[in-house]
């Protein structure tokens, strides 16, 4: 039998409801080995990161993967977190019990230079990049030596969520945004940009969710319980029944390229004014700079979906009969 390579990866995220999903997605993957779980400021401050990575372990039953505080304020603007949409534990005021322990000697900047420095691994970036540019500030080697960046952020055809253009996890942090981009374009790689295009086609919806509780309840509770706060934010300020899962996705294209198509090309990210935090993609290559960027436009829910409910429920796709039915394409 044919064994599936595993490809081991650091998640730099800010748990974070869909961080959660997120780290769920990975952990339930064979071919995906989570070398360790770094949190960065921004949905909550990061010790509300650090515990619910914790939380998130324990209900998958991995209290054995490291998690690792990082950057406690962005690069040179003032911290905003996303409170109000993740609630006041940053995980849909679930108010779940804490997991104690877990101290982790060094930080999320020593681990990930530690890691990476070994060959083989890649980093998926959920929250703004303050970790990864204080990486490639430290140790441009290390930073080179990442196999594959992904991170969820920015937006190319879509509008921004924090402003007219911009999304939040380059918004946030847009100077370390910014360092990251010039830093690849520099080592002569491309971050996958899985941005607003194709995440707002990820729509949990309360279908979905009571169809995930029927086939596990366990899972399904656990996942009701943090995306409740989120559902009620969506109905509230975008009226719609059902809540955009951003982080997931950027896991889902990790581990299958045809999860989403898009374009390569060289982004910058710019650092002020109305435009700060946004991605501009420069698609028609107006500044004749290499590309430093697989900007993703396009993305298939149903086969997202597939993945995500047969990965964290353990079911075979064959037993996901009604997803076609459920999934809002
Ligand atoms: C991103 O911002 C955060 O609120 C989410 O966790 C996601 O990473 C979407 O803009
Ligand atoms: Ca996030």
């Not at 770094?38 to 010790?47: H, K, L």
């Not at 951003?246 to 390569?264: I, Q, T």
Request: hydrophobic content about 40%.
């Amino acid at each position: 039998m044919q064994r599936t390579k595993r490809r081991r990866v650091v998640i730099d995220c800010d748990p974070g409801i869909d961080d959660s999903l997120a780290l769920m997605l990975a952990l339930s993957m064979e071919e995906v080995e989570v070398a360790g779980i770094t949190v960065v400021c921004g949905n909550g401050p990061v010790e509300l990161g650090f515990s619910n990575a914790k939380k998130v372990l324990r209900q998958m039953g991995r209290l054995d993967v490291p998690v690792f505080r990082g950057a406690e304020h962005p690069l040179k603007r003032e911290y905003v977190s996303a409170l109000d949409t993740h609630g006041r534990d940053a995980l849909g005021e679930s108010f779940l019990p804490e997991v104690p322990g877990g101290e982790q000697p060094e930080g999320a900047v020593d681990f990930l230079e530690k890691e990476l420095l070994k060959g083989g691994c890649s980093v998926i970036a959920l929250g703004p990049l303050t970790n990864l540019a204080l990486l490639a500030e430290r140790s441009p080697q290390a930073f080179g030596c990442a196999e594959e960046l992904v991170s969820m952020g920015g937006n190319f055809r879509s509008h921004g969520n924090c402003s007219p253009v911009a999304e939040y996890n380059y918004w946030a942090d847009p100077d370390a945004a910014a360092l990251v981009y010039e830093a690849a374009s520099r080592l002569g790689k491309k971050i996958h940009m899985v941005g607003l295009d194709v995440t707002r086609r990820i729509v949990l919806t309360p279908d979905l969710l009571e169809y995930m509780k029927r086939l596990n309840s366990k899972t399904g509770e656990f996942v009701q319980a943090i995306t409740k706060f989120y559902l009620d934010f969506h109905w509230e300020w975008e009226h719609i029944i059902g809540c955009v899962v951003n982080d997931p996705l950027a896991v889902a294209y990790f581990a299958d390229r045809g999860m989403c198509s898009g374009l390569e090309a060289y982004v910058a990210i710019e650092t002020g004014g109305i435009a700060m935090g946004q991605s501009v993609v420069d698609a028609a290559g107006f500044y004749r700079r290499e590309a430093n960027a697989v900007v993703l436009t396009e993305t298939d829910p149903l086969r997202f979906f597939r993945m995500f409910f047969g990965r964290i429920l353990k079911l075979e796709e064959k037993k996901l009969d009604l997803l076609e039915d459920l999934v809002r394409q």
